[in-house]
């Protein structure tokens, strides 16, 4: 089985300041610094791991936008980050 390439860096200028990060969807990256290393919504701080846990507890899409509407996260990144948790666990990376 091949596994997917790893993203490449990807150095963008936000106000007046780099950026960097590895893209894992358009929504979704790794920020090297940002949480650890751990997934979050681009240009946020905000881990993907707090909005997979707040809809285990069943809150919905729509609540949990809207409880992150100061952090511009849309339903579509929400919805990137469940389709990429799927992917991981109905696809996991095999180390060959």
């Known amino acids: 089985m ?5 993203p490449e860096l990807v150095r963008e200028i936000v106000g007046e300041h780099p ?9 979704v990256v790794i920020a090297p610094g940002v ?6 919504f681009k240009y946020t701080r905000l881990e993907v791991s707090a909005v997979l ?4 507890e069943g809150r919905s899409i729509d609540e949990v936008a809207a409880a992150y509407a100061m952090s511009n996260l849309r339903q579509e990144a929400i919805r990137e980050a ?5 992917e991981a666990l109905t696809h996991p990376r095999l180390n060959d």
């Open 19 to 27: 950026y960097d990060y590895y893209p894992l969807g358009q929504f």
């Open 35 to 40: 949480c650890g290393g751990r997934p979050t």
């Open 2 to 6: 091949k596994l997917p390439e790893a």
């Open 53 to 56: 846990s707040l809809l285990s």
């Open 82 to 86: 469940l389709r990429l948790a799927d």
